[in-house]
């Protein structure tokens, strides 16, 4: 335990190295400029048979949930795809929305623009949206990865998921794995990244040289999205507060949230109003939240509110594809032009983009020591339904990992202690920039 809190405390000072911040400098940028070219991989698909994975055949609860071991095992079936052994993969609240057919009409659209004109069945259907593992096999135009080569990537919620031995995605949508974080402290992140990014980038307008001293509210700090925003922001300089229930106060702090406001408190609005105005608001929560948090926003100085909890798929889902889209696009314009023309801010909805390239420059964070993955609770493959009930009890303090492919117990043991030691290690980082 003792040399991994050293090794912790090593990877930390890489936030002082101004060489480990410069490589932050195109993470807004998502251009494949930054990944290395590497030689064609032409080979067929060598797998054959079936493989195993847990599906649903109907929308419904976690008795849905059916482990098999007669799927298909999917192959390269274009010159830009590539076939991943899953090792681990987490799960996220969509998927325990996706289980109970959210989205279910768009996303089926999705896969097959023509099943507006029949009745085919999306079924058997995986869930699972984050993976972590190794190439198997990739189609002849890839060049970005090559086969054993470890990767992560976000699968998009159209396509099958990551609970299973095998996934194929498109080169586009992977990246090379950070070298110092295990497969299952690695698949805690890319979703939570991609959703992040998309959300405080492209809606927010923040990045590495726009965020310093930028003051961001974050709403339910202390799940996925939360805990990678707050790292990411810190990163970039920006002040960050945080509202999360009081027991999450010191996984946040550790984190670097600059200040927590504890959401069950009577008080807790006075506190939030009784500070200067922000920039920014991460919306994670929705509900009533826009009903008291545009008012915490600067007025007339292009601040930015971003809510993450919109209301597209559940109008697709009730009211039908165009009549779900027209309702949802009403409903947004006339927030926009409301916010605007009243006090000058602008109110925009987050979607997450599984975006390769970013998350190349979010693998260059992480191993700069500058982001860390945060894991609650693991699982074995055989017990994914006991992952999902985990996740559904709701305080999530962080992210919720499948092993697919148990590791040795040595590198297993070096994961939990890295697990156990985010906080400190944080500290660590607290103490350096005072001093």
Same mark, same amino acid.
């Given at each position: 335990m003792g040399s991994v809190?050293? *090794?912790?405390?090593?990877?930390?000072l890489c936030l002082f190295n101004a060489k480990a911040a410069d490589s932050t400098n195109t993470l807004a940028r998502a251009y494949w400029s930054v990944c290395p070219r590497r030689h064609i991989c032409s080979s067929p698909s060598r797998l054959h048979g079936c493989m195993?994975?847990?599906?649903?055949?109907?929308?419904?609860?976690?008795?849905? #949930?059916?482990?098999? =071991? @007669?799927?298909?095992?999917?192959?390269?079936?274009?010159?830009? @795809?590539?076939?991943?052994?899953?090792?681990?993969?987490?799960?996220?609240?969509?998927?325990?929305? *996706?289980?109970? %057919?959210?989205?279910a009409k768009i996303l089926k659209f999705r896969r097959d623009p023509l099943s507006v004109m029949h009745d085919d069945s999306e079924f058997p259907l995986i869930l699972g949206r984050d993976v972590s593992g190794v190439v198997e096999d990739c189609g002849s135009e890839v060049t970005h990865v090559v086969? %054993?080569? =470890?990767?992560?990537?976000?699968?998009?919620?159209?396509?099958? %998921?990551?609970?299973? =031995?095998?996934v194929t995605l498109t080169e586009y949508e992977v990246s090379h794995k950070p070298k110092l974080l295990s497969h299952t402290e690695a698949a805690s992140i890319p979703y939570v990244a991609n959703t992040a990014l998309s959300a405080l980038v492209n809606a927010g307008g923040l990045c590495r040289d726009s965020s310093s001293n930028?003051?961001?509210?974050?709403?339910?700090?202390?799940?996925?999205?939360?805990?990678?925003?707050?790292?990411?922001?810190?990163?970039?300089?920006?002040?960050?507060?945080?509202?999360?229930?009081?027991?999450?106060?010191?996984? /946040?702090? %550790? #984190?670097?949230? $600059? @200040?927590?406001?504890?959401?069950?408190?009577?008080?807790?609005l006075k506190q939030l109003e009784m500070m200067e105005k922000f920039?920014?608001?991460?919306?994670?929560?929705?509900?009533?939240?826009?009903?008291?948090? *545009?008012? #915490?926003?600067?007025?007339?100085?292009?601040?930015?509110?971003v809510t993450l909890v919109t209301p597209l798929l559940l109008n697709t889902d009730s009211l039908g594809l165009m009549g779900g889209i027209l309702q949802a696009g009403c409903s947004l314009h006339s927030k926009v032009i409301q916010n605007v023309m009243s006090s000058g801010v602008f109110y925009r909805w987050g979607f997450?983009?599984?975006?390769?390239?970013?998350?190349? =420059?979010?693998?260059?964070?992480? $191993?700069?020591?500058?982001?860390?993955? /945060?894991?609650?609770?693991?699982?074995?493959?055989?017990? /994914?339904?006991?992952?999902?009930?985990? #996740?559904?009890?709701?305080?999530a303090r962080g992210k919720t990992v499948v092993r697919v492919v148990e590791? $040795?117990?040595?590198?297993?043991?070096?994961?939990?202690?890295r697990s156990e030691t985010a906080g400190s290690e944080h500290e660590v980082q607290e103490t350096a920039k005072t001093n």
């Open positions: 809190r050293a *090794m912790a405390s090593t990877r930390l195993s994975a847990w599906v649903i055949d109907q929308y419904g609860t976690n008795g849905s #949930l059916k482990y098999t =071991e @007669e799927l298909p095992v999917p192959t390269v079936s274009s010159p830009s @795809e590539v076939m991943i052994r899953v090792h681990a993969a987490s799960l996220n609240p969509l998927d325990i929305s *996706m289980r109970g %057919g959210y989205g086969p %054993g080569d =470890e990767v992560w990537a976000t699968v998009p919620p159209w396509k099958q %998921g990551s609970l299973a =031995e095998f930028k003051r961001v509210l974050i709403t339910g700090g202390s799940g996925g999205v939360g805990t990678f925003s707050i790292q990411l922001l810190k990163a970039w300089g920006a002040h960050v507060t945080v509202t999360c229930s009081q027991n999450a106060e010191g996984l /946040v702090r %550790g #984190l670097g949230a $600059d @200040e927590v406001v504890d959401y069950t408190a009577r008080d807790s920039d920014v608001i991460l919306d994670n929560v929705g509900g009533e939240t826009e009903q008291w948090a *545009m008012g #915490l926003l600067k007025p007339w100085s292009g601040a930015k509110y997450y983009a599984p975006d390769g390239p970013a998350l190349d =420059e979010v693998s260059k964070l992480v $191993d700069a020591g500058m982001i860390l993955p /945060v894991v609650e609770a693991q699982f074995p493959f055989t017990q /994914v339904p006991q992952a999902f009930q985990k #996740l559904e009890n709701g305080h590791e $040795d117990d040595q590198q297993a043991e070096e994961q939990n202690g």
